[in-house]
């Protein structure tokens, strides 16, 4: 399937704040965020397509929001991001980008591996979690 990144953008003092949930081919919920997006924007950032059809995109506003306003929705096409093809440089905050990012690789079952990570800054903070299976045909 398509690799794509979703970013729905309100201006910061407009107080607007809104749900992304991605609604996959079969009607199920696929994929939803609230805020990983810069300045706390929703994003779904560089997610594989499970299959080929028509996908919903709901933007709503959250649960606790009253605020009105607009907002600017962007889907765009993606790389996806693969470290069997070796090394790779992520950059994360940038204005114009994701607070957040994903990698793919090829594992075998029973083998350890590593993830080095290293940040420019010795003052950054950051999560790292790998899913354990398959995500992708």
Known sequence: GD???????????????VDLVLVGVD????????SD?????????????????????KVVP???NTATGSV??????????????????LTLGDADRFEQDYVRFSGE???SYTLTVTPERNIVSY????GDGLFSA
């Open 27 to 34: 009607g199920e919920d696929l994929y939803s965020d609230n």
């Open 37 to 57: 997006g810069i300045g706390n924007n929703p994003a779904i950032t560089r997610i594989m397509l499970p299959a080929d059809g028509l996908y919903l995109l």
């Open 3 to 17: 690799v794509i990144h979703i970013v729905a953008n309100s201006a910061a003092d407009s107080g607007v704040d």
């Open 62 to 64: 959250s649960s606790s």
């Open 127 to 130: 999560n790292i979690s790998i």
């Open 109 to 111: 079952p029973g083998a």
């Open 72 to 89: 600017n929705v962007v889907v765009e096409t993606a790389e996806l991001l693969n470290l069997d093809d070796g090394s790779l440089t």
